[in-house]
């Protein structure tokens, strides 16, 4: 099964977190905060305009993208948990 967001919104796939510090410290899970990084997996059209225009996201499938950390609404799709946002809730992309 496929999921294809609506309009302006974003499915996003989160990036797991490092298991442990620079320093070499393992951080247990009741330690670990969910991480704020993810993967876009799937865009929508784009954003209906006032006049009727369409505007296209900014993001494309496979960017890596930042966003707040209760950004969008977490879903599960086939076992796996993606989270659906809106274009504006991304903070921004990761570039190399």
């Known amino acids: 099964m496929k999921l294809k ?3 302006d919104r974003v499915l996003v796939k989160r990036l797991e977190k490092e298991e442990k510090t620079k320093g ?4 247990p899970d009741s330690a670990k ?5 993810g993967k876009v997996v799937a865009v ?6 006032d006049d009727g225009s369409v505007k296209k996201l900014d ?3 496979g ?3 930042i966003f707040a950390k209760y950004a969008g609404t977490e879903v599960t799709v086939e076992d796996e948990e ?8 991304i903070l921004g992309v990761v570039t190399q």
């Open 24 to 27: 070499g410290i393992y951080i």
């Open 44 to 49: 929508g059209e784009g954003k209906i305009m």
């Open 5 to 7: 967001p609506m309009h």
């Open 59 to 61: 993001v494309k499938v």
């Open 63 to 65: 960017n890596r993208v």
């Open 82 to 89: 993606y989270l659906i946002m809106r274009e504006e809730e």
């Open 33 to 37: 905060e969910a991480p704020a990084e």
